[in-house]
């Protein structure tokens, strides 16, 4: 064959080197115009002194608020009390590195002898409601601490719980008259 010859795999290689170029000086070109400026002015709008970039205020106003409306659901046997848990959905890394033993789907703290999730993340307060006051009473819990198996006293005064402390689980009290918790003696 002939130095000028070409095969169909040549051609479309430098086919190919073609429309490739043409698709690098679009971009360019695209990058370079008002356009593409403006959008960037825009988005330096949003783009804090972190390095982080946001979304717009509106945006993050709904982020930030409290993921813990009230649900009238465990009434008291009062009818007038109603317990609100707070919860949280993540945990820190501090504690999801916390030692855990695994067998067979069985997930365990040694330092505290509790199952996992008792551990990292859950109710970690509460409040009461009052439907005559129209008010809530907030329930003082130790930091660090999670809360489970609510249960009411007959007259509707207390509720019995589990606190699950840095240091194990223990059975507490809270009284709805003050909001005050603390251990069963």
């Known amino acids: 064959m002939y130095p000028s010859a070409r095969t169909p795999g040549s051609l479309h290689r430098r086919d190919g080197r073609r429309e490739g170029f043409g698709a690098l000086v679009l971009i360019l070109v695209l990058l370079a115009s008002p356009v593409g400026n403006a959008q960037a002015q825009q988005l330096d709008r949003f783009q804090p002194d972190g390095g982080y970039t946001l979304p717009p205020p509106a945006i993050q106003e709904f982020f930030e608020r409290d993921t ?3 649900t009238l659901d465990h009434p008291g046997p009062d009818g007038d009390h109603f317990l609100i848990p707070l919860s949280t959905e993540l945990s820190t890394l501090e504690r999801m590195a916390e030692p855990t033993y695994r067998l067979a789907g069985l997930e365990l703290r040694p330092g505290v002898d509790r199952p996992w999730h008792l551990d990292t993340w859950g ?6 409601y009052s439907l005559v ?3 809530y009473r907030e329930v003082s819990l130790p930091d660090e601490a999670f809360a489970s198996d609510f249960m009411w006293s007959p007259e509707g005064d207390r509720v019995a719980f589990l606190a699950h402390l840095r240091d194990g689980t223990r059975v507490w009290t809270a009284r709805v008259a ?7 003696d």
């Open 123 to 128: 109710i970690h307060g509460f409040r009461f």
């Open 68 to 70: 813990n409306y009230a």
């Open 178 to 184: 003050d909001g005050t918790a603390g251990p069963v």
């Open 133 to 135: 006051d129209r008010a």
